[in-house]
């Protein structure tokens, strides 16, 4: 997969359920895992939360978002000496349901940032097969493109071309910043200038207006970089040594290149193999990956609570209402155990404090009963 398009017109996905079991102690069939294929990089968000569930990076990861509900036990499970052959069952559980958001980050080594007609499909182009849209407008570019760069035998890394950036893209301008996501992804960002300004820009003030926006991203802020200065080949020898020597004053390294002759290309691609072989010598970070949940087993008040609800009483709590959901009660001995387990647990004591008589219905788990001493 390499892109999430298969799931533009299909939003909900059901996996198939499990049967019921048989006679003669046969357990029904388990149903069946529903996978639902996506393209590497793709990160899974819970849609109320925004909690990130799984960031799928290796070819293979999966993640488990939604479970199935237990299967119910046959009576032969509530066989006791006092009742031994008792028509007692219970119901399958519902499985888990929730909205996810999907979005993907493409992998690259190294992430190409700039304003709008920089040059950064143009060098795709020149340095890998990709053959990018190029076009003299802004936001040619509407979506990442990738390319492998051979920079030498045994060396090479991925590039990403990345839809230009304006000021005030994280306030939405342009096309918004929700491609940076992708840069996200990068090990070393490429940040590109015009530097003949071509465009009737400065090059140092574009560097410093796309250095705001990466800064609006907190994982982009101190990601590792380098400067290329493209068009040069539109300067003069003396211009360009003037606008190299504004970018050092500044304490910035520029390389300049061309990337429709090829000026400074190999020098380029040199550099950013080094530079992504030092960070490999490096001792990596570990990467922040999805938060995990962690539940503590504390008490943390009554397990279940006793109201008043017009005529009825309601009983709420996780283990009286779980039961009542799993227990097929159009059996009297169904209807016995129910009481039973409703009296080890304090419910009945806890409704009788509140005045109940059995001629007052409870209700739990959204099934109303008419409980019988």
Do not use: C
């Not at 590109?192 to 800064?215: F, H, Q």
């Not at 016995?336 to 009945?348: A, Q, S």
């Amino acid at each position: 997969m390499n892109t999430l398009l298969h799931l533009q017109d299909q939003v909900h996905f059901r996996a198939s359920p499990g049967q019921a079991g048989g006679p003669n102690n046969r357990t029904g069939k388990a149903g069946k895992d529903l996978v639902v294929p996506v393209p590497l990089g793709t990160v899974v968000r819970e849609e109320g939360t925004g909690e990130v569930l799984a960031d799928l990076v290796r070819d293979g990861d999966q993640v488990v978002v939604a479970r199935g509900g237990r299967g119910g036990r046959g009576n032969k499970a509530f066989a006791s000496p006092r009742r031994q052959a008792p028509y007692i069952r219970e119901l399958g559980e519902r499985g888990e349901e929730l909205w996810l958001l999907l979005e993907i980050r493409v992998l690259a080594d190294v992430g190409i940032v700039g304003f709008p007609n920089v040059g950064k499909s143009s060098l795709l182009s020149r340095v890998s097969s990709k053959r990018a849209k190029i076009g003299a407008y802004p936001f040619t570019t509407l979506a990442p493109n990738l390319g492998v760069v051979q920079v030498e035998p045994g060396t090479q890394f991925v590039l990403a071309d990345l839809p230009g950036l304006i000021e005030g893209a994280h306030e939405g301008k342009g096309l918004g910043d929700r491609f940076l996501r992708h840069a996200t992804r990068a090990r070393v960002l490429l940040h590109m200038v015009d530097l003949a300004g071509s465009e009737g820009r400065d090059p140092l003030e574009d560097y410093r207006t796309i250095r705001k926006e990466l800064a609006s991203w907190e994982e982009l802020a101190r990601k590792p970089e380098m400067v290329a200065g493209n068009k040069v080949d539109l300067l003069s020898p003396e211009a360009a040594e003037e606008a190299l020597g504004r970018f050092a004053r500044e304490g910035i390294e520029l390389v300049p290149i061309s990337a429709k002759t090829g000026q400074g290309v190999r020098e380029l691609l040199l550099k950013l193999g080094q530079k992504l072989q030092t960070l490999e010598a490096q001792p990596q970070a570990v990467a922040s990956g999805p938060r995990r949940r962690v539940w503590k087993l504390t008490p943390s008040g009554p397990s279940f609570e006793v109201v008043e609800a017009g005529e009825a009483f309601e009983v709420r709590g996780w283990v009286p209402e779980r039961l009542a959901r799993r227990l097929d009660l159009t059996t009297p001995d169904a209807q016995g155990y129910l009481w039973e387990r409703l009296d080890k647990l304090g419910v009945v004591a806890a409704l009788r404090r509140r005045g109940w008589t059995p001629q007052r219905p409870v209700r739990i788990g959204g099934r109303q009963f008419e409980l019988e001493e």
